[in-house]
């Protein structure tokens, strides 16, 4: 995938060696493209000027290298957007209100404090009414799984954790606070969440490699009343359950007949096997490396024996070529290169593909484009990107108003129906199946279904005041905006 940043030089030029011409040359033979150049001092002999240049990020170290060996250069300064974006970190905590004197000091702390204390100490739900708790999340890792980059350590992961606090504030108005653990024991990362989370309203999980992330997620569940949700599981399969709704619509195709052959069972692939037969999917194969997971035969990882035995109804055996043939969805959360052109060649009329392995996906998507009908992957460049960034906002922001206990396969069906009915008949097509992640609609959506679906499941501890009015379940059937078929029909 490329990606580009912007680097900005300051060189001294020496007047009698080089030209400024010769620098720009070299930049472009290196790939970038100067776009500003500022004079920050000018003399007889040489001069100082910022040069800002926009390159592949693999490519501006090679650059820094070839500008050092020009003659009658030298580098005072090596500027990177991106880093910049970073510097200090991306977020800060600032007071709701200001303090101004006295009278203001002694109601938000001592001693007007006391009494809310107190009143919280009587009765602890008041927390949430009288504390931030109402609208607080921590974004929890390890650093074991971070994005393609791997186990590279909690310090490391601190900066993805502070863009998802600002994903979360952005799109959702949600305060989230990452927390990175110097620890990879499952006991002690349960016990430090169960620790810490009176601060917190919910606690999304991110980044915590398989299998432990699984246990991590179960016993919190377990043992704690507020919503916890692995994002890297559950968002991946919500966003996926979305697209395939409106693919099926373009295909027209049913859900309850369509065959589904799932490439990699790990904690995404899992959680989206999961999603599927929740959703009503039934003709569901699992794939990973071993080949085909068949119903009764024992594997040596718990999670393959767990997904076998809700699988493979029909008991295909076989690599992922053997059981592709005259299937009409193929959905990867595998790495590249396990899809071939010819495994596509096999599949039913109209396939859909989702190759949702990021940076690199299943299939190259050029190569594949031709030979689907719908093509979705996990990146940005191509249309039908499968991003959590369509989740995760709106699921917290539902869970968070009705103050769920727990996001349940009802309220993740819920977000996926909602996320998908955004996509109008109108506007439905091959190449957009899916809404833009800043589609103002879709955290307001995602939230209102998630909501309803609490509330009819008995997980709403709280009915905010426009679902008060709507009978005895909290809300009437018809007013529950999951108006995407099951069976894929546009009609």
């Known amino acids: 995938m490329s990606i580009n940043t912007t680097m900005i030089f300051r060189i001294q030029m020496d007047k009698k060696a080089i030209t400024f011409g010769d620098v720009?040359?070299?930049?472009?033979?290196?790939?970038?493209d100067v776009v500003a150049v500022d004079m920050i001092r000018a003399g007889k002999e040489s001069t100082v000027r910022d040069i800002t240049v926009q390159i592949n990020v693999d490519a501006h170290e090679r650059l820094e290298d070839r500008i050092r060996l020009l003659p009658g250069i030298q580098i005072i300064h090596v500027s990177d957007s991106t880093f910049l974006a970073h510097l200090g970190g991306k977020i800060q905590v600032v007071p709701k209100t200001p303090i101004k004197n006295?009278?203001?000091?002694?109601?938000v702390y001592t001693p007007g404090v006391a009494r809310v204390c107190m009143a919280i100490h009587q009765d602890p739900a008041k927390a949430y009414t009288l504390t931030a708790k109402r609208n607080t999340v921590a974004v929890v890792t390890d650093g074991t799984a971070v994005l393609g980059l791997g186990d590279i350590g909690p310090e490391a992961a601190m900066p993805v954790m502070e863009g998802k606090a600002m994903l979360f504030k952005q799109f959702a108005d949600v305060d989230a606070f990452p927390i990175c653990l110097r620890t990879k024991?499952?006991?002690?990362?349960?016990g430090i969440i169960k620790a810490i989370s009176p601060t917190f309203g919910g606690i999304n999980l991110e980044d915590i490699s398989s299998p432990r992330c699984f246990e991590i997620e179960r016993r919190l569940k377990e043992e704690l009343d507020i919503p916890v949700f692995h994002d890297d599981q559950h968002g991946t399969a919500v966003v996926m359950l979305a697209g395939l709704f409106n693919a099926l619509r373009v295909v027209r195709k049913s859900a309850e007949t369509v065959r589904i052959v799932v490439c990699g069972v790990g904690a995404a692939g899992a959680a989206c096997i999961e999603m599927l037969l929740a959703a009503g999917l039934r003709h569901v194969t699992a794939v990973d490396r071993c080949g085909a997971l068949v119903p009764g035969i024992e594997y040596d990882n718990p999670t393959l024996n767990r997904i076998a035995a809700i699988t493979n109804p029909d008991r295909l055996i076989g690599s992922l070529s053997d059981v592709i043939e005259g299937a009409d969805v193929f959905i990867g959360v595998s790495g590249p290169g396990v899809l071939k052109a010819e495994d596509i060649k096999r599949m039913a009329p109209d396939p859909i593909v989702f190759a949702m392995a990021n940076p690199e996906p299943e299939i190259d998507p050029e190569l594949a484009e031709p030979l689907v009908r719908v093509l979705a992957t996990g990146r940005s460049d191509y249309p039908n990107q499968i991003n959590n960034v369509l989740c995760f906002p709106g699921i917290f922001r539902g869970a968070l108003d009705c103050r769920a206990t727990c996001i349940n396969e009802e309220m993740k069906v819920a977000a996926a129906r909602a996320i998908a009915s955004i996509v109008s008949d109108e506007e439905l097509n091959e190449q957009y199946i899916i809404p833009s992640i800043f589609n103002e609609k879709v955290v307001q959506?995602?939230?209102d279904a998630v909501i309803a679906a609490a509330i009819e499941t008995g997980t709403a501890k709280r009915l905010p005041p426009e679902f008060q009015s709507a009978g005895p379940a909290g809300i009437a059937p018809e007013d529950r905006k999951l108006a995407v078929p099951l069976n894929g029909s546009a009609d």
């Open 24 to 32: 720009v040359s070299v930049v472009n033979a290196a790939g970038g």
């Open 102 to 107: 006295r009278e203001d000091l002694s109601r």
């Open 185 to 190: 024991n499952p006991d002690e990362i349960v």
């Open 445 to 447: 959506e995602v939230r």
